[in-house]
Each structure stands twice: as C-alpha cells, then as structure tokens.
Nanobody, 127 residues
Framework: QQQLVESGGGLVQPGGSLRLSCAAS????????VCWFRQVPRKQREGVAC????????LYSNSVKGRFTISRDKPENQVYLQMNSLKPEDTAIYFC????????????????????WGQGTQVTVSS
C-alpha cells in the first residue's frame, strides 16, 4: 500500500520553528515531485514548497520564501519542511503530496496533479 504520513506539527509561539516530516511507504519518493501544501477553513489549499524529482532543487511560495526550507532524505525516504520565523498566518493543516509529472514542480503547484496525499498535520502559531 502506497502511503504518505506527515508528522511534526504542533503549537509554537510566533518566531518559533518546527520541522515537518513526510514519510513514504510502499514506494520511493526519488522519482516524484514532492510538495507541501497547507489549508485553512474556507480557503483553497495553498502550495508552499516543492522539491524537484530530478536535481533536488526547491521552489517556494512568496509567503514562506526565506523562512521555510524543503529537503529530501533519500535513505530515509522522507521529505522535510523546516519552518522558521513562524507567524500566526502560517497556522494551517499541512499536507505533503507527490506528483509523477515533472511539470508539477511549480511555485504555485496545482493540487489536482498530485496523486498521493498524507492525512495532514496541524500547525498552530499563537502566543
């Protein structure tokens, strides 16, 4: 069974950091574009960071650029999202997702192109 599982969410104060993990089972992430999305109630799912399927390069949305870092851990078959300088507006459920289509590697990825999704992990930034 091919599955993605996110972990690492929680409650953090503004300015703090969290590292989210996306662990894959049943398939290798190596040949897939992997992106992190986030969603808040009554808003569309927003792509925040993607790592390419080829050279490991990364793209970020303007809202997180300079604060978030996406990376692959190939031996562990995981992708991480390091989130620094967190703001209250980063509060959301964060999902990782994979696409086998190289064109999905975008600053603003299209969720419809992603075939595998995790269940999400809640990130709350509040004092």
């Amino acid at each position: 069974q091919q599955q993605l599982v996110e972990s690492g969410g929680g409650l953090v104060q503004p300015g703090g950091s969290l590292r989210l993990s996306c662990a894959a089972s049943g398939f290798s992430l190596d040949s897939w574009v992997v992106c992190w999305f986030r969603q808040v109630p009554r808003k569309q799912r927003e792509g925040v960071a993607c790592v390419s399927d080829s050279d490991g390069s990364a793209l970020y949305s303007n809202s997180v650029k300079g604060r978030f870092t996406i990376s692959r851990d190939k031996p562990e078959n995981q992708v991480y999202l390091q989130m620094n300088s967190l703001k209250p507006e980063d509060t959301a459920i964060y999902f990782c997702a994979t696409s086998y289509y190289s064109g999905s590697f975008q600053e603003d990825p299209n969720p419809r192109e992603f075939s595998h999704w995790g269940q999400g992990t809640q990130v709350t930034v509040s004092s």
